[in-house]
């Protein structure tokens, strides 16, 4: 499996009473309103109560894995209750998208959100810097940012009992941000504002959107190795989840202006999981030109393995011991495979360079957001 990164949904967000601030015609409207601050608040309090919870604090609590699932999905169906009323409220505030007193009023809101992927913030939470764009699509962007990772966290709990659903969750999620950093942001990023949390930029959100996928390809691996699949078929399966990470480094580093102050950490897990699936790539073409009996080729494919094991030792503990384990187990494979050709076969181990390439087999594809609209009219006194 991946790597654990669980820190993307920890967001905080500052409160909001639409009603206090837009003017509403009449009481329909008004209830409207009121319907909106209500489903918010409900969020509000979810995330920034969670968010207070130091990490030493929730090691300690004796919440189940079940009960974990239950928190998550429920933050899901409070997310979808919201999303509809604030779409409608966009659409309505867009047909009044010249008028100055809705603009002002927009900006009265106040729409405050911190980041998780900042580098500030991963080094410092106790001190949150909140970020104030005065746009909607500022609100929606970063409701459907948590939402992404809700659904991410989701399928992350549910993976141990039901590898088809947490595959079928990772790529709802995956389409969350695809949507996100298509459809939603654009309209954002002609706002003139001087800084944004990375979570507002169209190139995270696609960056996340791939991380989702081979997080989802990772789970599909885990069903083919239950399958008996061959181990030529798991090396490009795994080798998929690299390209996949690929597409997302060259995503980040084309975009430096929108993810100059991105995580260093959240860099060296995408880096890590590369890595981390290309030396699995390595092992399991190795085993399987074991089998079709070419020992040296063999033993080449797992000496370049550890190469990349090696070459990128992760600072995280929890990411050092999986490299440790895989190290350990590749070693232990190719102790056995020298051994053998050194007694028994007596084949060339050909170079680094006349090894076979990777190739790579990506058999997973987002899942489109179909965002949901409540047709209702909002009428405002301006």
């Not at 009265?108 to 500030?120: C, G, P």
């Not at 954002?188 to 990375?198: D, T």
Request: proline share 2%; net charge positive; glycine share 4%.
């Amino acid at each position: 499996m991946m790597l654990h990164f669980k820190d993307f949904s920890k967001l905080k967000t500052k409160r909001i009473v639409f009603e206090e601030v837009y003017a509403a015609r009449d009481s329909d409207t008004l209830e409207q309103l009121k319907e909106l601050s209500s489903k918010r608040r409900v969020i509000e309090e979810s995330i920034n109560e969670s968010s207070l919870i130091t990490e030493a604090i929730a090691r300690e609590m004796l919440f189940s894995s079940l009960l974990l699932f239950l928190k998550m999905f429920q933050e899901t169906k409070k997310l979808e209750q919201y999303l509809p009323l604030l779409e409608n409220l966009i659409q309505s505030a867009g047909l009044n998208s010249n008028n100055s007193q809705l603009v002002r009023w927009t900006s009265d809101l106040k729409i405050r959100w911190t980041s998780v992927l900042t580098s500030s913030t991963i080094f410092n939470r106790r001190a949150a810097k909140f970020f104030q764009i005065d746009d909607l699509h500022f609100e929606l962007s970063m409701t459907l940012s948590l939402y992404g990772a809700l659904l991410r966290g989701l399928a992350s709990k549910i993976l141990s009992a039901d590898l088809v659903q947490s595959t079928t969750i990772y790529r709802k999620a995956a389409g969350v941000y695809h949507h996100l950093a298509h459809e939603v942001l654009p309209s954002l990023q002609s706002a003139s504002v001087q800084e944004r949390p990375p979570e507002a930029t169209s190139c995270v959100s696609s960056v996340m959107s791939l991380i989702c996928l081979a997080e989802a390809q990772s789970v599909t691996i885990r069903k083919a190795e239950e399958k008996g699949s061959t181990r030529s078929l798991l090396a490009k399966l795994h080798y998929g989840v690299v390209q996949l990470l690929d597409e997302a480094m060259v995503v980040l580093h084309s975009a430096t202006e929108d993810c100059k102050d991105i995580s260093g950490r959240f860099l060296e897990y995408i880096s890590c999981c590369k890595d981390l699936y290309e030396l699995r790539s390595y092992k399991c073409l190795g085993e399987s030109t074991k089998t079709d009996g070419q020992i040296g080729i063999a033993i080449g494919l797992l000496r370049q393995a550890l190469v990349v094991a090696n070459k990128n030792i992760p600072e995280v503990e929890s990411w050092r011991l999986v490299f440790k384990q895989e190290i350990n187990n590749l070693t232990a494979v190719l102790r056995k495979y020298e051994h053998e050709n050194e007694f028994v076969w007596h084949e060339k181990v050909p170079t680094h360079s006349e090894l076979p390439f990777l190739r790579g087999k990506k058999i997973v594809s987002s899942i489109p957001y179909n965002f949901q609209r409540w047709e209702r009219s909002l009428a405002f006194k301006f």
